[in-house]
């Protein structure tokens, strides 16, 4: 009996034992590892070349925006991007760049859906900033890839593709301003003649006009660069340097409406819109189309292409004023 007894106190003891030395163990256990916040903020945040962004984000109270669901595609710029772009400011840092200005900034490189680089084609998408010439309209953004990935004329996606829980990031070279009329024309190639009749008479000032906000917003009926082929062999001049500078600025003039930002939206059949130049351009339906004033149809081909101080519409003619 009393053999019985001790072996059943031996037992007991062993029992606490091990009771103890498991209740040790579970003290002692190392906590489970945290969960990664791949979301786009959670990916800019640990990637140092982005603290900048991250700083951006954060001021514009945009950084929660971007942990959520999303999807959205971010084309983030990298440190050594806002340090060439803050050169070009009065501001010495991100914190002293205007929080309106700053979100606007931001959500120019921000689109909805997760967009990858295999998804993006030449022409035109929206992103989520609004500039100061529609608050209803989100800014376009000019996409060319046809060497690379190249946005609004100015920064090249140089790491494609980084895949976030809420959509993906698109590693940018250069902060992408809110895009001027002036802007746009000169990041899509199909307008370097339209380009380059704006800047061939700097005494004109007619860029600088359509570079600012001074009787802005305008509406802008663009003509592509076969277009003002086709006007140049129409009237018989040689080329822009032919055309007499008085013909050339009231040619330019007739293809811009002052003070209004005129969606497509709001174009009616049979609507005359008076022009910069003072003449009249009567709106038709069916194609949409612009009647000028010498009688001629000129087809609106592409609509709606939003900025900062403006909108453009594209033209496959030139429009033709009386002189």
Do not use: W
């Amino acid at each position: 009996m009393k053999n019985l007894l001790k072996l059943k106190k031996v037992m007991v003891l062993a029992l606490l034992i091990i009771i103890g030395t498991s209740c040790d163990n579970d003290d002692n256990a190392a906590a489970p590892p945290p969960v990664a916040d791949n979301t786009i903020t959670g990916i800019a945040s640990s990637n140092a070349d982005f603290s900048i962004l991250v700083e951006a984000l954060t001021k514009a109270d945009l950084a929660t925006t971007l942990k959520g669901v999303g999807p959205y595609t971010v084309f983030a710029p990298t440190n050594a991007a806002f340090t060439a772009f803050l050169k070009t400011t009065p501001y010495a840092s991100i914190k002293d760049v205007p929080t309106s200005a700053l979100t606007q900034i931001l959500l120019n490189h921000v689109v909805t859906g997760k967009v990858k680089s295999t998804d993006l084609t030449t022409g035109y998408i929206k992103t989520l900033a609004k500039g100061g010439a529609s608050t209803t309209n989100n800014l376009s953004m000019y996409v060319n890839i046809s060497s690379g990935v190249k946005l609004n004329g100015v920064a090249k996606v140089v790491t494609p593709d980084i895949m976030a829980s809420n959509g993906v990031i698109h590693v940018v070279d250069a902060v992408i301003g809110l895009p001027t009329i002036v802007d746009h024309a000169v990041a899509n190639p199909n307008f370097s003649t339209l380009v380059a009749a704006l800047t061939y008479n700097p005494a004109s000032g007619f860029a600088g006009i359509l570079s600012g906000t001074a009787s802005s917003p305008f509406t802008v009926f663009a003509p592509t660069n076969d277009a003002f082929g086709a006007f140049l062999t129409e009237t018989g001049f040689s080329g822009l340097p032919a055309i007499p500078a008085n013909v050339l600025e009231k040619t330019l003039k007739y293809h811009v409406v002052a003070g209004a930002n005129v969606q497509s939206t709001q174009l009616t059949n049979d609507q005359v819109v008076t022009t910069f130049s003072g003449q009249n351009v009567t709106v038709k339906f069916s194609p949409t189309r612009l009647l000028d004033v010498s009688g001629r149809n000129c087809n609106i081909i592409a609509v709606d292409v939003q900025c900062s101080n403006g909108i453009i519409h594209v033209l496959d003619k030139v429009l033709l004023p009386t002189f």
